[in-house]
């Protein structure tokens, strides 16, 4: 069981970026998938998540409208669509697939595999 995040990498800001994040060993069509990101010095937050079907989203006040999530459940991927990025979306990025009631879609707790992070660096 295992998640596998990446696609992060160094961009200018006002650029664009797209993580992955690839599931194997469980069925990632029947979890939902959040996406955190954690900064130096700061708490992890959430960015971003999406329901098993692929049909309901949520983000944080602070990327919505700049990024999108896709969920391929044919390719047990899902994908975080960044646009626009700022210097303070700079961070290292984590996904999470889990099974949480809609109230706790937002925070870490609500799920339980995590992968390993990828990390975004948004500088001129």
């Known amino acids: 069981v295992q998640l596998q995040a990446s696609g992060g990498g160094l961009v200018q800001p006002g650029g664009s970026l797209r993580l992955s994040c690839a599931a194997s060993g469980f069925a990632l069509e029947r979890y939902a998938v959040g996406w955190f990101r954690q900064a130096p010095g700061k708490e992890r937050e959430f960015v971003a998540a999406?329901?098993?079907?692929?049909?309901?989203?949520y983000y944080s006040d602070s990327v919505r409208g700049r990024f999108a999530l896709v969920k391929d459940n044919s390719k047990t991927t899902v994908y975080l669509q960044m646009n626009s990025l700022k210097p303070e979306d700079a961070a290292v990025y984590y996904c999470a697939a889990g099974i949480p009631i809609l109230s706790a879609i937002r925070t870490s707790n609500g799920y339980r595999i995590w992968g390993q992070g990828t990390l975004v660096t948004v500088s001129s």
């Open positions: 999406i329901r098993a079907n692929g049909g309901n989203t």
